[in-house]
């Protein structure tokens, strides 16, 4: 088995030298949406396992989310935005329906105009299929440093069942590949997708759609585990050589189930499962899953990390800590875990959908 990719054919393998989150403060009971509707929270609550999710405030979206996020890494990297040479932000849920976040993301992190942008679109995956690009870049050195940022302020019509999860959050990563900054290898990834059309929304549609019964199977497990087997077979790794996993958590009870059927234990996930506390992020929600372990993890800790999307794939990566974590893990001014537990505000039905744009003045 191998572990360790610090070169392969002579070329320094690329890695997270930095990486940034946030989560809105702003929170909605369970109770308080079942409420609305006439439904019986303990059941959804046991059902869903999710107990309450983050709202975005009246005046964030995915682009600030994703400046937060991106800001925070730019300090956490210990670099100057000027040497960022790609910058890629995945969302469903963009402020504009023709204007990138990318560039708004470069403007306030003051980043050079010399680089490569956009915006990305596979629903929860877009995320981690900005850092497989800018993974490519950085190893082919087109670039020095590459960004990926994972943001969404995630839709669920009112009374359908996505809204007691639909939530808000995010990630940024900076990827690099100078060993003396790199605070995690990535030891390889590997992807998997079908045409499966179990959510969508349709242009000028407000809310999506889901295929019900098949956002589970023949969606999420089918590529959660065909993407992690792919890993499995391209590193010779198993479950038992990860310290911590991180699954895309739709809901806080099908990452159980599928680490269960790839054969980890749930304390293997449990510092990574985030919905149960702040709903589904969408294109934040793996990646904000990585940043609450890599906030604890110690160097040689290993860690996988499977995402998806739906319509349908994942992306699957091995992760192996490093030393420079404990040095930059000095700059972090808050963690995942004191984002999700500080000063929440929260709010009733009406301000929920106030906050959403899902009501407003005439």
């Excluded at 963009?94 to 050079?112: G, Q």
């Excluded at 390889?188 to 889901?210: C, L, N, Q």
Aim: with cysteine; proline share 4%; hydrophobic share 40%.
């Amino acid at each position: 088995m191998k572990t360790s990719k610090e070169k392969k054919n002579g070329i320094n393998m690329a890695g997270i030298i930095g990486y940034g989150a946030y989560i809105p403060k702003y929170r909605i009971k369970v109770e308080e949406i079942a409420k609305i509707w006439g439904e019986d929270a303990e059941s959804i609550k046991s059902g869903l396992n999710i107990m309450e999710k983050s709202v975005p405030g009246i005046d964030e979206d995915s682009a600030t989310i994703a400046v937060e996020a991106a800001r925070k890494a730019v300090k956490h990297a210990g670099i100057d935005a000027k040497e960022i040479g790609a910058i890629y932000v995945g969302s469903e849920s963009p402020p504009y329906a023709v204007k990138p976040t990318a560039t708004i993301v470069a403007e306030a992190i003051d980043a050079n105009t010399s680089l490569f942008a956009a915006d990305l679109e596979f629903a929860c995956k877009a995320g981690t299929d900005g850092m497989q690009i800018a993974i490519g870049l950085v190893e082919s050195n087109m670039i020095k440093y590459g960004m990926a940022i994972g943001a969404d302020t995630s839709q669920g019509r009112p009374g359908d069942a996505l809204e007691y999860t639909a939530s808000a959050g995010g990630a940024a990563y900076i990827i690099g590949k100078e060993k003396n900054e790199i605070i995690a290898d990535i030891i390889a990834t590997a992807g998997y997708v079908t045409d499966t059309p179990d959510f969508w929304r349709r242009e000028g549609a407000k809310y999506p759609s889901h295929g019900g019964r098949f956002t589970g199977e023949p969606a999420y497990f089918k590529h959660i585990i065909n993407a992690t087997n792919a890993l499995f077979e391209k590193t010779g790794m198993q479950a038992k050589d990860f310290a911590y996993a991180v699954f895309h958590q739709p809901n806080g009870k099908f990452p159980i189930i599928a680490a269960k059927q790839l054969g980890f234990s749930e304390s293997q996930i449990t510092t990574g499962l985030l919905t149960p506390r702040i709903g589904n992020t969408y294109s934040g929600a793996s990646m904000l899953g990585l940043a609450a372990v890599l906030d604890v993890a110690k160097p040689g800790d290993k860690i996988l990390v499977t995402s998806f999307g739906s319509g349908a794939g994942s992306d699957s990566f091995a992760i192996e800590v490093k030393e420079p974590i404990e040095e930059k893990r000095k700059r972090i001014e808050e963690s995942v875990e004191s984002m999700i537990e500080r000063g929440k505000v929260y709010l009733d039905y009406a301000s929920y959908l106030r906050n959403r744009g899902s009501i407003e003045k005439r």
